[in-house]
């Protein structure tokens, strides 16, 4: 892929971004866009058509020739219909291109092929698009140019305007922490900020792997992860794939997903191999957080169609290889004003910073009174491999504060005040050559779920492929609860200082058990952790009921996020997608293993079976103990391969017949789910044994290291 590399020149060249409308648009109408996007008001049709005519002309001369309404639907990736921009041909056969303020605005994608979870019956098949003006346009174009197509951001609605989308539910959330923010600043007497929104950065983690020995991997191509492999004698041990040299095949690759990230305006920053063999990183700059969401889709979509151009297979599955490091996403969120004001920003001295000990400590209460929540938002397939496995965040919600923080709490707690914070102090690398500097005043904690960063969150929990919208409409909704609590108490106070001094040391008390600064991989954490009461909700089927419970139905509803039918519904598509993903891993351990290692290991044993006749007959005296024990290992093996697969293949069928929705998804993860890992265990055996050249797929070592 060619082009420009000065990242100024090409940066959002492909985004009808603020830029583009001010050149493009009169400036009545871009001043009444612009006001609102920044209040939230309905926009006017007359300002639509403008716009939107000044929007085709841009993307003709990108070379484009449809639009669609991009959407996410809930089945985990973005969703796309592409209209031409034209109209019905005239008298003269000639057509006209057209693009009213109507179709920008508003879409009709078919609503009942995309989960709803009851939500909508087979035959109502209308759904809604609507424009999120918030987030811009842009075109996406192929690798030589010649095709492009105009992306409007929306939101996806049923036609009783139920969500059955990711948007909506997050625009929904971010007016509520805004209004709940700005309820918070006024009673600190801020009058200037008139708007506070998320802000989201999303570190995403990928593999890479060759594209041809990807094909020849039935496991990778139905389910995204291997179901099948034996670990190769070097994995990640010795620490030296991580921050490593980038080999120039991957430079190649990620220079190419820079460029195109670049033109979408999305800000990839930063890049890096990550700890296990084969796997990598890529960092955006902060945006709004639905802009984030919509980044880090096409993030997704770029590092598969980018790696599909350099003969490699992106894979984003949270746990591709069984025994080396799987794949997450940190969500960073933090809270910002419209006048660039951080609300997480603690300042030199945080112990007289009372503003932020109150945001401070109504998070930790939020995170506290809604862990289960917090947990199910970051709820995968995928991820039930690598929460907990010491390689991720453990399944346990609490929040890292670091020595700086946790003082000055243990301080207010212990004496009603705090008077002092401990300091950065400087360090001394005691060599002469190299400058001494500030060090910051705590260190990081790479084991916790929920960790503070110096002025942002970091929740560490979700799956590289699951959308990070779910987790920020919890975070933001939460924290709207909070703060409007904190609000309702500190609105009706005779004495406001006494009155926020006393709210933040109760809640600092009342919620102290959530933090936690040590070590979450330890089996003492765990320990203490259920001795806190803190919840250890283990797998994806474990969490959906939380969707459900009265406590989450009265959070959502009185903050306008979800209805109670919404929140119903999702629970339903929860377990759906449970039990659909785990009925494709099985059925393609059944299909790999009947129709590919049994036959393999046949060959090979009949080759075995050959060679000991043949040296007898050529030699009765000859030592033939190590084929005739390579014989008996293998045949053993394989009727264990036999037996686990009959069981299996019984525990499937029985699932499928088994009464859908919550029911089905527990019997598959009780009963599927270590059948599977039961026929694993003799095939990654027989791996070791059987002869290379007649193993049916490629092996560990090569996909992780023949990159």
């Known amino acids: 892929m060619e082009g420009k590399t000065n990242i100024s020149e090409i940066f959002g060249e492909n985004v009808f971004n603020d830029t583009v409308m001010q050149e493009r648009l009169p400036k009545k109408i871009y001043k009444e866009l612009k006001q609102t996007i920044r209040e939230g008001k309905e926009l006017d049709l007359a300002v639509a058509d403008v716009v939107a005519h000044e929007m ?28 031409a921009f034209l109209s019905a041909p005239k008298a003269d056969g000639k057509v006209l291109m057209e693009f009213s303020g109507k179709e920008l605005v508003k879409g009709e994608p078919d609503a009942s092929s995309f989960p709803s979870g009851g939500l909508r019956a087979t035959f109502e098949a209308r759904g809604y698009t609507a424009w999120d003006c918030t987030s811009p346009a842009f075109v996406k174009k192929d690798e030589d140019g010649s095709r492009a197509i105009l992306y409007i951001p929306t939101a996806f609605c049923s036609y009783k305007g139920e969500a059955l989308d990711q948007k909506t539910p997050l625009l929904r959330s971010m007016e509520a922490i805004n209004k709940q923010s700005l309820r918070l600043l006024r009673l600190f007497g801020n009058t200037t900020s008139n708007r506070v929104t998320p802000s989201v950065g999303v570190e995403q983690e990928y593999f890479l792997v060759d594209r041809e020995k990807y094909l020849k991997r039935k496991d990778l191509i139905f389910t995204g992860r291997t179901l099948f492999g034996a670990m190769p004698p070097k994995g990640q041990e010795l620490d030296d794939h991580y921050f490593g040299v980038i080999r120039e095949r991957i430079a190649d690759f990620m220079e190419d997903v820079n460029k195109e990230l670049w033109k979408l305006g999305v800000s990839a920053k930063t890049q890096h191999n990550e700890v296990a063999p084969g796997q990598h990183e890529l960092a955006p700059i902060y945006a709004e957080c639905n802009v984030a969401v919509d980044h880090n889709q096409l993030i997704m979509e770029t590092l598969k169609k980018v790696a599909y151009l350099h003969g490699l297979q992106c894979l984003l599955h949270e746990k591709p290889f069984a025994g080396v490091n799987g794949s997450g996403k940190h969500n960073n969120w933090s809270l910002t004003t419209d006048d660039g004001i951080n609300l997480l920003d603690p300042g030199k001295t945080p112990h007289e910073n009372i503003q932020f000990l ?40 609490s929040v890292y504060l670091g020595d700086q923080l946790e003082d000055v709490l243990s301080q207010l707690i212990s004496t009603g005040e705090a008077t002092h914070s401990i300091k950065g102090g400087h360090l001394h690398t005691g060599v002469r050559t190299l400058p001494d500097f500030a060090k910051d ?7 916790s779920p929920f960790a503070f960063t110096g002025n942002k969150f970091e929740f560490r929990m979700v799956g590289s492929r699951d959308s990070v919208a779910e987790p920020n409409v919890v975070l933001n909704t939460i924290a709207a609860e909070a703060f409007s609590d904190a609000c309702d108490v500190l609105e009706k106070a005779d004495d406001f200082d006494m009155a926020v001094h006393d709210l933040i040391k109760q809640y600092a008390s009342e919620h102290q058990r959530i933090v936690f600064n040590g070590n979450g991989y330890s089996d003492e954490w ?16 474990d969490s959906i009921p939380v969707l459900s419970e009265e406590k989450t139905v009265q959070l959502f509803e009185k903050f306008g996020v979800f209805t109670r039918a919404e929140l119903e519904s999702r629970a339903e598509i929860q377990y759906e997608a449970y039990s659909k993903a785990i009925n494709i891993e099985a059925r393609s351990m059944i299909d790999i293993a009947s129709k590919h290692i049994i036959p393999s290991v046949l060959q090979y044993t009949t080759a075995l079976a050959t060679s000991i006749n043949q040296i007898r007959s050529a030699c009765a005296e000859a030592n033939i103990s190590v084929q005739i024990e390579l014989l008996k290992d293998c045949s053993s093996l394989l009727a264990a391969t036999k037996a686990a697969l009959k069981a299996l293949t019984e525990v499937t069928e029985k699932a499928a017949a088994t009464t859908e929705g919550r029911e089905r998804a527990v019997y598959i993860l009780e009963n599927v789910v270590p059948a599977m890992a039961a026929l694993r265990q003799p095939v990654d055996k027989l791996e070791m044994l059987v002869a290379k050249d007649m193993w049916p797929m490629p092996s560990y070592g090569d996909l992780l290291f023949e990159v």
Not at 365 to 384: F, T
């Open 441 to 447: 005043a705590t260190d990081r904690n790479r084991t």
């Open 358 to 397: 109150l945001v401070l400590t109504c998070i930790l209460k939020a995170v506290d009174e809604h862990a289960a929540l917090l947990r199910e938002s970051a709820s995968d397939v995928g991820n039930d491999h690598r929460l907990g496995a010491n390689e991720a965040p453990p399944a346990i919600i």
């Open 526 to 541: 765990v320990e203490e952790a259920e001795r806190r009461g803190l919840p250890n909700i283990k797998t994806m089927v």
């Open 56 to 83: 085709k002309e841009w993307a003709l001369e990108q070379g484009a020739t449809h639009y669609s309404h991009w959407f996410q639907p809930l089945t985990g990736a973005t969703a796309e219909k592409h209209d």
